[in-house]
């Protein structure tokens, strides 16, 4: 059974940093196409950032290139997302999914604010 538990998120001020985990079971992570999205109050989710099987190539929404580090770790079966220099505008609930057969965690809420 494919499940994903993510965890990390919080109440962080502007310029902080945050690590976000998406736990998963029933499947090795490192041999999927793997996503994290986010969705703000009014808005569509979107797409933050993935990886790929295999090589692990990384793509990143261009909101937070430069900022953002989508990671997995195979001993733990775990997908991460390292948030740094984050912004108000960076406030949403991050999910994590993977892409075959489109599994979804439940969320786990970031606020940027001072």
């Known amino acids: 059974q494919v499940q994903l538990v993510e965890s990390g998120g919080g109440l962080v001020q502007p310029g902080g940093s945050l690590r976000l985990s998406c736990a998963a079971s029933?499947?090795?992570?490192?041999?999927?196409?793997m996503s994290w999205y986010r969705q703000a109050p009014g808005k569509e989710r979107e797409l933050v950032a993935t990886?790929?099987?295999?090589?692990?190539?990384?793509n990143y929404a261009d909101s937070v290139k430069g900022r953002f580090t989508i990671s997995r770790s195979n001993i733990r079966n775990t997908l991460y997302l390292q948030m740094n220099s984050l912004r108000p505008e960076d406030t949403a609930v991050y999910y994590c999914?993977?892409?075959?057969?489109?599994?979804w965690g439940q969320g786990t809420q970031v606020t940027v604010s001072s």
């Open positions: 029933g499947f090795t992570v490192s041999n999927y196409f």
């Open positions: 990886i790929s099987i295999a090589d692990g190539f990384t």
């Open positions: 999914q993977r892409r075959t057969g489109n599994y």
